[in-house]
C-alpha cells in the first residue's frame, strides 16, 4: 500500500525537462534555462515519462486513487424538454 505522499524531484529516472535544460553540479540540479535550482513545483517544462506528474510537483506513483459511485441523477442532471424545430431535428421530446 502506498503510504505518503512524495515530491517529484529531478533525479527521479522517470522526470523530463522539456527544455532538456538540466545540469548536474555535484548535489545538486540546475536548470540552464533559469540559472537556478530545478524546481518541478514551479517549473512548466517539468515532466514524467509515465505522464504521473501533478500539479504543485507530487508524484502520482505515490497517491492511492479514491473512487466514487455517483447517481445517474446526480451526473445527467434532470431531462431538458424539446419543442418546436429542435424537436423535429432531433426527434425525441427529452433529452438528458
Known amino acids: 500500500m502506498l503510504g505518503e505522499v512524495k515530491y517529484c524531484s529531478p533525479r527521479c529516472n522517470l522526470f523530463k525537462c522539456g527544455k532538456r535544460a538540466i545540469i548536474y553540479r555535484g548535489d545538486d540540479v540546475w536548470c540552464r534555462w533559469t540559472d537556478e535550482k530545478c524546481n518541478v ?31 445517474v441523477e ?10 418546436g424545430k429542435i424537436l423535429r431535428k432531433v426527434g425525441e421530446k427529452e433529452i438528458f
Open 74 to 83: 446526480e451526473v445527467v442532471g434532470p431531462p431538458v424538454k424539446l419543442r
Open 41 to 71: 513545483a514551479n517549473c512548466n517544462y517539468a515532466t514524467c515519462i509515465k505522464r504521473r506528474l501533478l500539479p504543485s510537483g507530487i508524484c502520482g506513483e505515490t497517491i492511492k486513487r479514491k473512487t466514487t459511485e455517483k447517481r
